[in-house]
């Protein structure tokens, strides 16, 4: 009976000293130093892993802001080919601002809002810090796109005056736009193009269209001038492609002004070859708006 106490004794003492090594055990090398197990090598670079990860992040969100940053002062593209027999034409008209119904206030889009947010953002960085004004637009149909001017607007002197077009472009075409009105007169249409997935956005230069509304209203405190309204009508006749006289309206002080319209082609190719934009899936996915600069 004694020799079983002890037995059942030393198996406890056993037990005990088993234990004891399971918990305050570690595993050596053949040099005797200790080795840390795979999961705890894995749970220390976790953190790491992770940090960098963000950092590359950051880094790659830091460095795409910057670049379309720089995009709002980045020279014009030039294009001076000929409108292809293929091409989509927008219409963009200019009218002035009445209270009416019909023609009532224009509220900014998507696509607005998010290039002011990024003019604003870029000058609280310190870069390309402009006054700019926006004008969203509104499409009369498929092709006519209309905007609708204050005579505040025209008042400004303004420096800059871009046309921004957001294109759907599922089969990744190469797409210029071109203003007959300057191909015409042996001058280019001056452009820039970002693109990203399937989406193209394009900024058309309109100086020129807002430099002859400003000259035909009076622009920049001055006053309408009838040899100025001739020269508009009979160069609008004469060039079917260009400056086109669309309406006749009453400004804030009784003189009436006529007001231009626009047409826009847009080409679409690929590898050089030119293809037809609509069947190629190339439509605007947002209503077109003006960004105007001005001091």
């Given at each position: ?39 705890i090598v894995n749970e220390s670079f976790r953190p790491t892993l992770r940090t960098d990860a963000l950092r590359r992040w950051r880094r790659g969100v830091t460095e ?17 080919q000929a409108p292809q027999d293929n091409s989509t034409l927008l219409q963009l008209r200019v009218r002035p601002f009445s209270p009416g119904v019909s023609r009532g ?100 230069d309109l100086l020129f269209l807002l430099q002859s509304l400003q000259e035909v209203a009076g622009g920049a405190g001055g006053s309408p001038s009838l040899v100025n ?67």
């Amino acid at each position: 009976m004694a020799s079983s106490h002890c037995s059942w004794i030393a198996l406890f003492l056993v037990s005990l000293m088993t234990s004891d090594i399971g918990i305050f055990g570690r595993a050596v090398d053949t040099r005797g130093f200790l080795l840390q197990s795979p999961k705890i090598v894995n749970e220390s670079f976790r953190p790491t892993l992770r940090t960098d990860a963000l950092r590359r992040w950051r880094r790659g969100v830091t460095e795409a802001h910057r670049e379309r940053c720089a995009e709002l002062a980045a020279p014009w593209l030039e294009s001076t080919q000929a409108p292809q027999d293929n091409s989509t034409l927008l219409q963009l008209r200019v009218r002035p601002f009445s209270p009416g119904v019909s023609r009532g206030l224009v509220f900014p889009g998507k696509s607005l809002f998010s290039f002011v947010r990024r003019v604003y953002h870029c000058c609280q960085e310190g870069l390309n810090c402009r006054s700019v004004k926006g004008i969203q637009g509104r499409l009369r149909g498929d092709t006519d796109v209309e905007f609708l001017f204050t005579r505040e607007i025209l008042s400004l002197t303004i420096t800059r005056a871009e046309l921004h077009l957001q294109l759907s472009n599922p089969q990744h075409l190469d797409i210029h736009p071109v203003l007959p009105s300057m191909t015409k007169r042996n001058l280019p249409t001056r452009y820039s193009s970002w693109s990203q997935g399937h989406t193209v956005e394009l900024s058309v230069d309109l100086l020129f269209l807002l430099q002859s509304l400003q000259e035909v209203a009076g622009g920049a405190g001055g006053s309408p001038s009838l040899v100025n309204m001739r020269r508009m009508v009979f160069s609008s006749r004469g060039d079917p492609g260009a400056l086109q006289d669309t309406d006749t309206d009453v400004w804030g002080d009784g003189v009436t002004t006529l007001l231009p319209g626009l047409s826009l082609v847009l080409d679409c190719s690929q590898d050089g070859v030119g293809v037809p934009c609509e069947t190629s899936g190339v439509h605007l996915s947002h209503t077109p708006f003006m960004a105007l600069y001005y001091r």
